[in-house]
């Protein structure tokens, strides 16, 4: 019989493979929307099921058809903005000129150190020198199935035309609540930006798929083969063993098969596996999501959206919400 070869796992474009300094990821480099909307979101990922629906792909060999199709729940409850601020140019790249604070819950406490009155000065704002205005908001998990009170707080950009349009825009929105459906919408092809799931120290079999050594092997059948000559070695491009997961890691082109504010429509018996239930708004993408229930991702529409998908959300005819428990 034939032996079976196929390349090694694990692409060297991500390196050092080394664990994310938290547990929900940092976008440096956000797309700032025309419209006058918030440039992301976030969302709790709940668990995976599957869905029936009818295919809507363009150039698909089963468009109008009722396929099966696995997709990833995502609860999103409504975000609050802190604050508002101010880039200015320097010589070190974007720096913070301004920051003005709203009025904020006290679950905020539990990640920075709040001001206890609220410091508003945006009429004396000059914005002559300002490039960019960005807002800091955090999450409410205590609205959602994660059962915590610590929120996550995280930068987003601020669309409009020009920097006097994202300053009055992100001057209404301080302080109050942002749902997701100011942001996203069905159909929308998005970014995913999140922390795969931590395996610890692997060896490379587990971390880079190399092939077991042979039986005759004098030494570890899990190791590589050489590491290189002694003279000019690149040992950096033979797998070694290391911190396997835990990943920032970014996913392209999701598509949000269902948006809704009631979570009763997807309550599945027994709660969800690793999450328990829903509790507020909740958003279904098509695929797979990197990371573990209960962890953090973020949102952005898409940089790059692909042409092969539809520009509208297709037809759910089915969704499987029974037990999933023991399963």
């Given at each position: 019989?034939?032996?079976?070869?196929?390349?090694?796992?694990?692409?060297?474009?991500?390196?050092?493979?080394?664990?994310?300094?938290?547990?929900?990821?940092?976008?440096?480099?956000?797309?700032?929307?025309?419209?006058?909307?918030?440039?992301?979101?976030?969302?709790?990922?709940?668990?995976?099921?599957?869905?029936?629906?009818?295919?809507?792909?363009?150039?698909?060999?089963?468009?109008?058809?009722?396929?099966?199709?696995?997709?990833?729940?995502?609860?999103?409850?409504?975000?609050?903005?802190?604050?508002?601020?101010?880039?200015?140019?320097?010589?070190?790249?974007?720096?913070?000129?301004?920051?003005?604070?709203?009025?904020?819950?006290?679950?905020?406490?539990?990640?920075?150190?709040?001001?206890?009155?609220?410091?508003?000065?945006?009429?004396?704002?000059?914005?002559?020198?300002?490039?960019?205005?960005r807002v800091n908001v955090y999450t409410q998990p205590r609205l959602s199935g994660v059962e915590k009170h610590k929120p996550e707080v995280f930068e987003l950009s601020v669309g409009g035309k020009t920097v006097a349009d994202r300053f009055a825009l992100a001057q209404q929105l301080l302080g109050k609540e942002i749902p997701v459906k100011d942001v996203l919408k069905e159909g929308q092809q998005v970014d995913v930006f999140g922390v795969t799931v931590g395996k610890g120290f692997q060896g490379p079999v587990k971390r880079f798929g190399l092939h077991l050594r042979q039986h005759k092997a004098e030494?570890?059948?899990?190791?590589?083969?050489?590491?290189?000559?002694?003279?000019?070695?690149?040992?950096?491009?033979?797998?070694?063993?290391?911190?396997?997961?835990?990943?920032?890691?970014?996913?392209?082109?999701?598509?949000?098969?269902?948006?809704?504010?009631?979570p009763a429509e997807f309550q599945m018996a027994g709660g969800i596996i690793h999450y328990g239930k829903l509790k507020s708004h909740f958003i279904v993408v098509k695929g797979s999501v990197q990371g573990e229930p209960k962890r953090l991702v973020r949102l952005m529409p898409s940089r790059l959206p692909s042409t092969r998908l539809p520009a509208q959300a297709p037809t759910i005819e089915y969704a499987s919400l029974s037990s999933k428990q023991g399963k």
């Open positions: 019989m034939a032996t079976t070869r196929r390349p090694r796992h694990g692409s060297l474009q991500y390196w050092p493979r080394v664990r994310a300094a938290r547990p929900y990821p940092r976008i440096r480099n956000q797309i700032v929307p025309q419209e006058a909307k918030l440039g992301g979101f976030a969302g709790y990922k709940a668990g995976m099921t599957h869905l029936m629906i009818v295919d809507n792909r363009p150039n698909s060999i089963t468009k109008g058809e009722v396929i099966s199709i696995p997709v990833t729940i995502i609860e999103c409850p409504p975000i609050k903005v802190a604050s508002v601020r101010l880039y200015t140019v320097s010589s070190n790249g974007l720096k913070v000129s301004k920051e003005i604070f709203g009025k904020v819950d006290k679950e905020l406490g539990r990640k920075l150190t709040v001001s206890k009155k609220e410091i508003s000065d945006a009429a004396s704002t000059d914005l002559s020198n300002i490039v960019d205005v030494k570890t059948k899990r190791g590589p083969g050489s590491l290189g000559a002694w003279s000019n070695p690149r040992m950096w491009t033979v797998a070694h063993a290391g911190q396997t997961g835990f990943h920032a890691r970014h996913e392209r082109n999701k598509l949000i098969i269902k948006l809704s504010e009631n």
